[in-house]
């Protein structure tokens, strides 16, 4: 599965306010890139500290430990993005 980017799950991670130790279940549309077929699905996003979500595409099994900066921005998408360059304010 390809993404565009990580920014997506910002949308999701802002939306829900979770606190530490909560989870959400989404169903959602997902796009796939470079094809653009569009598939329903259904993930699942847990905030385990402050700045670090797990990512959980409960169709496909794939999991990942997201890690966000304070307005909750994905800074860390293991093997699909790092920020590499601080945000100026």
Same mark, same amino acid.
């Given at each position: 599965?390809? %993404?565009?980017?990580?920014?997506?799950?910002?949308?999701?991670?802002?939306?829900?306010?979770?606190?530490?130790?909560? %989870?959400?279940?989404?169903?959602?549309?997902?796009? %796939?890139?470079?094809?653009? =077929?569009?598939?329903?699905?259904?993930? =699942?996003?847990?905030?385990?500290?402050?700045? =670090?979500? =797990?990512?959980?595409?409960?169709?496909?099994?794939?999991?990942?430990?997201?890690?966000?900066?304070?307005?909750?921005?994905?800074?860390?998408?293991?093997?699909?993005?790092?920020?590499?360059?601080?945000?100026? %304010?």
């Amino acid at each position: 599965m390809n %993404s565009a980017c990580a920014f997506t799950n910002t949308l999701p991670i802002r939306r829900l306010g979770l606190a530490v130790g909560q %989870s959400a279940t989404l169903s959602v549309a997902f796009v %796939s890139v470079p094809d653009l =077929r569009v598939e329903h699905v259904k993930l =699942r996003y847990t905030r385990l500290a402050p700045l =670090r979500y =797990r990512y959980e595409g409960l169709d496909s099994g794939f999991t990942a430990e997201i890690a966000v900066d304070e307005a909750g921005l994905v800074i860390d998408y293991p093997q699909l993005c790092r920020r590499v360059w601080p945000v100026l %304010s």
